[in-house]
């Protein structure tokens, strides 16, 4: 069985994006998203595949949740649900939700593990959020704490932080 892992960046209050894009750009958070899911699948609601600046990501099996069986994108896959991705994708080592609010609402029910940058900002125009994270469900596992730098272009502090299944 895969291990099923949600990849998110959230602010202080669980902000994750407005107007259909992120909320800030940190480069080090790309890179982090990139060392992880890079050679593995990754699964992402219409929205979202929607939302990338150059369609697929490169390197990575991409599979796109959408009830519009006419969708047919470039270098991606189009599942008509989640339970269907687990199914398909059930011999694979792991796999990656990457958003949007939609999917992570319904994958943190079943998912195995979350990779969640915490970012020390608040986003007042946020209009979709990542769900509150249960500490009675979820045990953090790792944290690694960065503060604002100008050499690596990030102007705010983060956490990278890890949390599986109890
Ligand atoms: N900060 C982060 O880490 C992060 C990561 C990813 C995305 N985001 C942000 O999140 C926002 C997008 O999130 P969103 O919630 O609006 O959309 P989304 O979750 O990306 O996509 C929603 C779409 O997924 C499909 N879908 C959802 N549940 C489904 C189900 N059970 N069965 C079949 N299809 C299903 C539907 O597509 P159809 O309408 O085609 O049927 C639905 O309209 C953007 O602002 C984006 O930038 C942030």
């Not at 219409?46 to 599979?63: D, H, Q, V």
């Amino acid at each position: 069985m895969a291990i099923i892992s949600i990849i998110a960046a959230a602010g202080t209050n669980n902000e994750i994006g407005r107007q259909g894009g992120l909320l800030c750009h940190l480069p080090s958070d790309l890179k982090h998203f990139k060392a992880i899911t890079s050679g593995h699948t990754i699964i992402m609601g219409r929205k979202t595949f929607e939302s990338l600046p150059a369609g697929s990501l490169p390197n990575r099996r991409n599979i796109i949740i959408s009830r519009n069986k006419d969708l047919q994108p470039e270098k991606a896959e189009v599942f008509p649900s989640l339970d269907y991705a687990q199914v398909k994708l059930m011999n694979e080592e792991e796999v990656f939700i990457i958003g949007g609010a939609q999917i992570y609402r319904q994958a943190i029910e079943f998912a195995d593990k979350i990779y969640l940058t915490r970012i020390f900002a608040s986003f007042p125009d946020a209009d979709v959020f990542f769900p509150e994270i249960d500490k009675s469900v979820w045990k953090e596992i790792a944290r690694e704490t960065f503060m604002p730098d100008k050499d690596s272009n990030s102007a705010v502090a983060f956490s990278f932080v890890e949390y599986i299944r109890k």
